[in-house]
């Protein structure tokens, strides 16, 4: 089936705004991850859902960011009064249960002026 | 503190020549190492996985090597094409959880005809 999808794929936001980013896993993954990538860095680990256990949400900023995973699929990343260093790209992952790789969505870029 | 660190620079070789990435950690034991490749604008793809028990692992052109001794992991591709041209990113596993992958910033390959 398709992989990972990510939406939208670039997102500009004025300072102080909230902006919402999706993503629709692999069908039959259990587990997604959210990731950050800023401009010449590393993933930075965001949030983790697996099943139906409660997320692991030791990466997140602060706590202007949160997500939520509906039903066990699509996931919405909520960024409230963003400010210019949430610019970066959000990257969404999946993995199954019967290895351990994780596929990758192609991000979203947001810009926050 | 805990840091997984890959080479900054870009690496620049000839078509058909070995190209050798570097993985180094400290401070981590980590259950299995991941490398992936990340072209712009993309998510990053899933390449080669080496557990903390393996010493080599090859797939194709690919081979990665894991000293956990050295705690190092090096990726190597024989016989480069520029079509390899991208930034590798190693990936390693933290024993005793889940897929929580800590991400190097990765380094930039540029394979010149």
């Known amino acids: 089936g398709a992989g990972v999808s990510q939406s939208p794929s670039n997102k500009v936001t004025e300072k102080g705004k909230d902006v919402e980013l999706r993503c629709d896993p692999i069908s039959g993954h259990t587990a997604l991850y959210w990731y950050r990538q800023s401009l010449g860095q590393g993933l930075e680990f965001l949030i983790y859902?697996?099943?139906?256990?409660?997320?692991?949400k030791s990466g997140l900023p602060s706590d202007r960011f949160s997500a939520e995973r509906t039903g066990g699929s699509v996931s919405t990343l909520t960024i409230q009064r963003t400010q210019q260093e949430d610019s970066a790209v959000y990257l969404c992952?999946?993995?199954?249960?019967?290895?351990?790789?994780?596929?990758f969505g192609a991000g979203t870029r947001l810009s926050v002026l | 503190s805990q840091k997984i660190e890959q080479n900054s620079e870009a690496l620049n070789i000839q078509e058909g020549k070995t190209a050798t990435l570097t993985c180094n950690y400290t401070n981590y034991s980590p259950a299995y190492l991941q490398w992936y490749r990340q072209d712009p604008g993309r998510g990053p793809v899933f390449l080669l996985l080496?557990?903390?028990?393996?010493k080599e692992k090859r797939k194709e052109r690919l081979k990665v090597t894991f000293d956990t001794t050295l705690k190092q992991s090096l990726f190597h591709i024989t016989a480069s094409q520029p079509a390899d041209s991208a930034t590798y990113l190693c990936a390693l596993a933290p024993s005793g959880g889940y897929n929580k992958l800590i991400f190097g910033a990765g380094t930039r390959l540029a394979v010149h005809p």
């Open positions: 992952a999946s993995s199954s249960d019967l290895e351990d790789i994780q596929y």
């Open positions: 859902f697996q099943g139906n256990s409660a997320p692991d």
């Open positions: 080496i557990r903390e028990n393996e």
